[in-house]
């Protein structure tokens, strides 16, 4: 019982509330925009590049995505070099993208192939224009985009969980998010769902206590938890012992830069993880996820999400929302960037302490010139190795 004068602690006496900029903001020439430019980052399913001009936001930057006539995909800066034009409104053809003003045609790396309006010969210094552009790469499904400098460009990474496939398996994307149903932008800053990965304490508290049961039951219960440093990131494992004396071993991996793998925490079966989301910073105050996983049949990963009060996020009121939070509400309610001044951390927290210092370490590595964890720049050596999984183990004290 702490001896205070009944008025100490008033919400008036706070001082200025600030983020940590260092970590949180994304756009160009930031500390962390910087960091994640190092890396690829998925900017949309196989099936959203097409002929019809897609807008894509990543790390704060308008971008247009696109596939031409030969199959080509395409990311390329909102605004046309010529006189600023967006090409959200172009043409695509057999050889890249026109813009709608002036008829400028420039393929999926940005050259100039076409000026209608010139004379013949101007037309020949065409070369000097060209449109800001980001390479691409097609896997599992999903597009991914590099957008750093491009003598540092990384070999785009293969992942052993997605790679080695059982008897009738097959590797397929969807547009997720936390909880509430594919397509879906979450307003709020990216790391304050990243960061989620090393909280494995919340869940017999939110997911279970608080709101309901959200999982299966043996994911109430609350586990006894070591955190790791690994060659892509960092891990948690969590022991949890059950009634029955089996013991529930679960392992779940934060992977940079920003890969969130994830045992089903439904545990719709034992073993190696089955499948990886990409946190993928939209700006500062806005995120969205893109999931790749061995599922039986295509469509499978948007399906079975956890219900709340017996609805689907979707599906719940203003009220429910308040009496039945989720992920979504206690991650977006801490604001469009969190006050991490206001934090008090406890050792519950080590997880949290541990990957905001590793990334810190990663944008300061940037900044020196070093190459950050994890990036590879050899195709033969580009596969990542995964730990994490779950395991229920019998008769084990």
Known sequence: MHDRPADQGSAYAMKPSAHNAKLTEVGRGTPMGELLRRYWHPVGLASHATATPRPVRVLGEDLILFRDGAGRTGLVHARCCHRGASLYYGRVDERGIRCCYHGWLFDVQGNCLEQPCEPEAGAKHRHTARQPWYPLGERYGLIFAYMGPPQKKPALPRFDALEELAAGELVDADDTSIGSGG???????????????MDPYHVPILHGSFSGPQFVPMMGVMPQVEFEPTPRGLKSTSVRKLADGRVFLRVTEAVLPTLRVVPNPRV???????SIGWVVPIDDTHFRIYTAGRVSERGELGRGRSKMNGKFWRELTEEEHQRFPGDWEAQTGQGPITLHSEEHLRTSDRGIVMLRRL?????DAVAKGEDPLGVCFDDESACVHLEAGQHLLEGAS
């Open 183 to 197: 397509g879906v932008i979450v307003p709020c800053n990216w790391l304050q769902h990243y960061e989620n990965l």
């Open 268 to 274: 719709a079966g034992y073993g190696r993880v089955e």
């Open 359 to 363: 990334l810190e370490r990663q944008v």
